[in-house]
């Protein structure tokens, strides 16, 4: 009986891209002017560190990378979010 495995992976150039699209995104909302905000990508840890002031705009930080992740092919669900912050 044949079988076959289903292997998914994600390409590193396309999350750099949509971090980098989303620290653009960033930079042009006026809700995040004046305020401390940043998206980081450490590819060494294949991780990517949001901070900001409060939890409703870290809720708002994490809304923009999933729409740039979504963006760029990759699917949101791929990102390994915690429960608490």
Same mark, same amino acid.
């Given at each position: 009986? =044949? ?6 992976? @994600? ?6 891209? &949509?971090?980098?699209? &989303?620290?653009?995104? +960033? ?5 995040? #002017?004046?305020?401390? &905000? ?5 590819? #060494?840890?294949?991780? !990517? #560190? ?7 705009? +870290?809720?708002?930080? +994490?809304? @923009? +990378?999933?729409?740039?992740? @979504?963006?760029?092919? !990759? ?5 390994? @979010? =915690?429960?608490?912050?």
């Amino acid at each position: 009986m =044949p079988s076959f495995d289903i292997v998914s992976e @994600i390409t590193m150039h396309e999350v750099r891209n &949509a971090v980098e699209n &989303a620290q653009r995104d +960033l930079s042009n909302r006026w809700d995040f #002017k004046n305020v401390q &905000a940043s998206i980081e990508l450490n590819e #060494k840890t294949e991780s !990517i #560190k949001l901070s900001t002031e409060s939890d409703f705009q +870290l809720e708002q930080l +994490l809304d @923009i +990378l999933r729409n740039a992740c @979504i963006k760029r092919g !990759i699917d949101s669900s791929s990102l390994d @979010i =915690p429960t608490e912050f």
